[in-house]
Antibody, heavy 118, light 112 residues
Framework: QVQLVESGGGVVQSGGSLRLSCAAS????????MHWVRQAPGKGLEWMAF????????YYADSVRGRFTISRDNSKNTLYLQMNSLRAEDTAMYYC???????????WGQGTLVTVSS | DVVMTQSPLSLPVTLGQPASISCRSS???????????LNWFQQRPGQSPRRLIY???DRDSGVPDRFSGSGSGTDFTLKISRVEAEDVGVYYC?????????FGQGTKLEIK
């Protein structure tokens, strides 16, 4: 069955860096574009970033462009989110998501919590 | 960026009664291929979100047929024909026609 398992979250000081990972299994990872979506405590969903199946195209939300970098290693079936210059407002649960604009099923990980302390 | 505006933000509903959530986009969501990439997600308390509807009105596999989506251009609606207790949660629209993708603020459905 499809599984997406995020890791790498934790507590980091403002201005610091963190790298999130998402280990994928149960499907051909290299065939799917992947997204990161976050949710601040008690708040709504915020779309963060997307990477094409082969890594050639990447898109970002305005709030993180220039600070966050999405990448993937198809040989390791793993998605990454490098987060630099972290701010208090980046505190959130971060989800990796397999989402296509079609009948293909959508899968979310369980999320990894990032807390930025000021 | 496309701004997605949902209303109402809070929706108390009696069990068995219908419910309706509106979602408006700041620009047309008709993509160059002719499709309109408007999705609806449900997030039950303590759970990861689940997609209910894609391309305005197509239901994902396993989604009860009491959920339906409609709309076009910039105005979209999610309807629940008869609310059940398991429908409690927050509902989000999300557009996938323009980068960056964007979500609405969310509508919290509760039982009256």
């Amino acid at each position: 069955q499809v599984q997406l398992v995020e890791s790498g979250g934790g507590v980091v000081q403002s201005g610091g860096s963190l790298r999130l990972s998402c280990a994928a299994s149960g499907f051909t990872f290299s065939s799917y574009g992947m997204h990161w979506v976050r949710q601040a405590p008690g708040k709504g969903l915020e779309w963060m970033a997307f990477i094409r199946y082969d890594g050639t195209n990447k898109y970002y939300a305005d709030s993180v462009r220039g600070r966050f970098t999405i990448s993937r290693d198809n040989s390791k079936n793993t998605l990454y989110l490098q987060m630099n210059s972290l701010r208090a407002e980046d505190t959130a649960m971060y989800y990796c998501v397999r989402l296509q604009q079609s009948t293909v099923a959508v899968y979310w990980g369980q999320g990894t919590l990032v807390t930025v302390s000021s | 960026d496309v701004v997605m505006t949902q209303s109402p933000l809070s929706l108390p509903v009696t069990l068995g009664q219908p419910a309706s959530i509106s979602c408006r986009s700041s620009q047309s969501l008709v993509y160059s291929d002719g499709n309109t990439y408007l999705n609806w997600f449900q997030q039950r308390p303590g759970q990861s979100p689940r997609r209910l509807i894609y391309k305005v009105s197509d239901r994902d596999s396993g989604v009860p047929d009491r959920f339906s989506g409609s709309g076009s251009g910039t105005d979209f609606t999610l309807k629940i024909s008869r609310v059940e207790a398991e429908d409690v949660g927050v509902y989000y629209c999300m557009q996938g026609s323009h980068w960056p993708y964007t979500f609405g603020q969310g509508t919290k459905l509760e039982i009256k």
